[in-house]
């Protein structure tokens, strides 16, 4: 089955500044990567996702990238802002999404003041 | 609703008791999966339905896990004979379908077996 990796599991960064979170997967069938940011708590809410037919897609301050060839894919946030302190999980799946996801163990991103 | 409701938000079960776990997916969703998230990790698969049909199974952790959405809304997560690893938040999500990919979560059940 897929095994996802997602590093760094924890990253602080001053407000304004970048972040970038990474993650890994094994299974090449794997077609949507999905981003979930999970305050502590809440549910987990998607923030962007990517199919695999594109190598990058932004939405404001986010980001995703991803490249097939060597299965890994990332997370962008640029001028970061203290309300983006939360858990972020990557994802994969092969079905689309028609299939159950495999979440990576996420990373808890810390934005000093 | 507006969103997945999930019920009770919290449960604490003696080990042994059975315990059951109630989701309402957003109405009209098709697609609905409960997950199992252990303490600092991130949520792992354990069912999927699609309408009344249970696809796919393979993520429940042992035959203790019965899960069941006989009219294709409302699922129900039932655990038999608690065990205290059985301790984590469950979530469902449910998913539209016909092509649409994000799934929405719900707030989860908290379980703690003592």
């Known amino acids: 089955g897929e095994n996802v990796e997602q590093h760094p599991s924890t990253l602080s960064v001053q407000e304004g500044d970048s972040a970038v979170i990474k993650c890994t997967y094994s299974?090449?069938?794997?077609?949507?990567f999905p981003w979930y940011k999970q305050e502590l708590g809440k549910r987990p809410q998607l923030i962007i996702d990517?199919?695999?037919?594109?190598g990058e897609k932004k939405d404001q301050r986010i980001a995703v990238t991803l490249n097939k060839t060597a299965k890994h894919f990332s997370l962008h946030i640029t001028e970061t802002q203290p309300e983006d302190s939360a858990v972020y999980f990557c994802?994969?799946?092969?079905?689309?999404?028609?299939?159950?996801?495999?979440f990576g163990k996420g990373t808890h991103l810390i934005i000093q003041p | 609703g507006a969103g997945v409701s999930q019920s009770p938000r919290y449960k604490v079960a003696k080990r042994g008791q059975d315990v059951a776990l109630r989701c309402d997916p957003i109405?009209?969703?098709?697609?609905l999966f409960w997950y199992q998230q252990a303490l600092g990790q991130g949520p792992e698969f354990l069912t999927y339905?699609?309408?009344?049909?249970?696809?796919?199974k393979s993520g429940l952790p042992s035959d203790r896990f019965f899960a069941e959405r006989p009219e294709g809304s409302v699922s129900t997560l039932k655990i038999q004979r608690t065990q205290q690893e059985d301790s984590a938040v469950y979530l469902c999500?449910?998913?539209?379908?016909?092509?649409?990919?994000?799934?929405?979560f719900g707030q989860g059940t908290r379980l703690t077996v003592v």
């Open positions: 999500a449910s998913r539209r379908g016909g092509g649409s990919t994000e799934a929405f």
């Open positions: 299974d090449s069938a794997s077609n949507y």
């Open positions: 990517i199919r695999s037919n594109v």
């Open positions: 994802a994969a799946t092969s079905g689309g999404g028609a299939d159950g996801l495999t």
């Open positions: 109405s009209g969703h098709v697609s």
């Open positions: 339905f699609q309408n009344e049909a249970q696809l796919d």
